[in-house]
């Protein structure tokens, strides 16, 4: 008896947190680019993108020597050819932090010639995994939800979660 109570409000916990998580995209992880070795020339970064997967509500941050190198999103050609030309964007912070809000490949680049010396990084963002069905809640633009939901209202879901939870397990 007693075990099954304990049982089911785990079960409880696991759902609500893959709902927070998956749904309201509480969980985005910021992908430190080169790790501790940083935003720097001489450094292979497809070897760095191939080993993280990446999700549309995570982040991407640059940490680097701040007027001594920057960061370019340029596009493919960009990226290959290591040119700024009609870049979609720039940073120059020396720890600048980027939502990958799109499922695409993203591709950054150092814009003072360093580019040359390896300063290149693409990534490829993928949708978020859906917890249920994948057709259907993947229709149900999950991460559209996303933007107008405050830290507020996560936090007042995490709190009726836990209260679902406590009331669960002393009550049911
Ligand atoms: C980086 O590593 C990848 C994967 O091993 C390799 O294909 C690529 O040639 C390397 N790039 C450089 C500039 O060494
Ligand atoms: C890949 O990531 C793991 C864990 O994050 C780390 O231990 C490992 O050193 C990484 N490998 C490379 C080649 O970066
Ligand atoms: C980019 O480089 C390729 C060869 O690597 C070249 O064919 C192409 O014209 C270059 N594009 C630009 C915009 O410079
Ligand atoms: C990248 O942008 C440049 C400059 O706007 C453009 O000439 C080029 O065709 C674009 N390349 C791709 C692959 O979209
Ligand atoms: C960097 O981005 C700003 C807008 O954010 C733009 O005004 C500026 O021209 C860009 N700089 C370069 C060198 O592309
Ligand atoms: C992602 O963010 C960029 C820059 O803030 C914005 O221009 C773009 O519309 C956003 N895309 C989506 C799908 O929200
Ligand atoms: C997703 O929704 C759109 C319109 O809301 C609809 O046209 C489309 O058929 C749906 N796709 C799936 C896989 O349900």
Redesign the pocket.
Known sequence: MYMHKSMSSTTLVLCCSLVLVFVYGVSGTDHIVGANRGWNPGI?Y??WS?NQTFYVGDLISFRYQKNQYNVFEVNQTGYDNCTTEGAVGNWSKGKDFILLNETKRYYFICGNGQCFN?MKVSVLVHPLPSPSSPGSASNHSSHKSVAPLTVESQLRSIMLSSALVWFGWNWI
């Open positions: 292979n497809t070897l191939n390896g």
